[in-house]
């Protein structure tokens, strides 16, 4: 009887499958399974000091962007492909994130790996709510070695719709959906983003400041308050092409986070030099003390 209890809970478990957001009790379920690898993403510093959960690597966000001009950028594949093996991550590998939420930017450098693994081929990528407070604030153990893993094998297999370029958000103003993940004030333009010249935001894009959803504790809000958000106050189907962006390309990926792998839209990108690109060229189109929802334009801004 015991037996068949255990296989039923196995398949339902299987028939739930991967989720994108993990609570700590289902991160420490997992500790001993040899498919799931546990990343730790806060600076070098704070991982040797504050300690990390059992078995967890090591990476920050440095790993994965570079400079180009004033923006930043997702780095190569190349580059993405040796860390990510340099991590001991196999192709089948089961990949769990968490951060050192000491403010809610923090939660930041998580959501972006996350959308870098998921853009390069990684299939199951999670992030651990509520980062490593959480875990200490229930009693749960952390050590302070340095942990290192053999060489993985993961092979970079690139998903080129989850990323767009400047024509392409020029190309498509009017046509698609965009949401700007900024502070509202600095998307309505009467205060500036840092690095960005010029004030305001991308013609008929929407302002969706991306700690609307998480909690004063750094927890995401309820999925079904999140679906109420975007469906019903935004009108978004989840089939529907949505652009996201911000200042430049971590704000906005919590936003992709939350569409993408809490309410299961599938047809997100992300724009990554976001406004520390745009903002800082004279050619682009800018909007300013408006705010806006979507319609389609007739005729696009060029």
């Not at 957001?21 to 500790?31: D, G, H, I, P, R």
């Not at 790993?63 to 997702?74: G, I, N, T």
């Not at 309410?263 to 050619?283: A, F, K, P, V």
Request: glycine share 8%; aromatic share 10%; net charge neutral.
């Amino acid at each position: 009887m015991k037996k068949i209890i255990v296989l039923c809970v196995l398949a339902a478990a299987n028939l739930l499958g991967w989720n994108a957001l993990q609570s700590t009790a289902q991160v420490a379920s997992q500790l001993n399974d040899p498919k799931v690898i546990i990343v730790d993403v806060s600076e070098s510093e704070t991982y040797k000091k504050e300690g990390h959960i059992h078995g967890a690597l090591h990476t920050d966000i440095g790993a994965w962007r570079s400079a180009h001009e004033k923006h930043f950028l997702l780095k190569t594949p190349d580059e993405i492909q040796k860390h990510m093996r340099s991590l001991g991550i196999n192709t089948d590998s089961n990949v769990i994130l968490y951060g050192h939420l000491g403010s809610a930017k923090d939660l930041l450098h998580s959501t972006y790996i996350y959308w870098a693994m998921k853009h390069y081929g990684t299939r199951n990528v999670a992030i651990m709510d509520g980062g490593l407070e959480q875990w200490k604030s229930e009693k749960r153990f952390v050590l302070n070695d340095e942990v290192r893993a053999p060489e993985g094998n993961f092979t970079v297999q690139v998903a080129p719709e989850m990323v767009v370029d400047l024509p392409y958000v020029k190309q498509n103003i009017g046509k698609i959906p965009m949401i700007d993940a900024r502070p509202a004030e600095i998307y309505f333009g009467v205060t500036s983003s840092n690095g960005v010249e010029r004030l305001g935001h991308i013609p008929g894009a929407m302002s969706y400041f991306w700690t609307y959803s998480i909690t004063p504790e750094l927890k995401v809000k309820s999925r079904e308050t999140l679906k109420k958000i975007f469906s019903e106050g935004f009108g978004l189907k989840q089939n529907q092409e949505i652009i996201v962006y911000c200042t430049g390309g971590l704000e906005t990926s919590f936003n992709y986070f939350v569409l993408s792998g809490i309410l299961g839209y599938t047809h997100m990108r992300l724009y990554d030099g976001s406004m520390r690109e745009w903002g800082n060229r004279q050619e682009t189109p800018m909007v300013q003390y408006r705010w806006e929802e979507f319609h389609p334009l007739v005729e696009v801004i060029k």
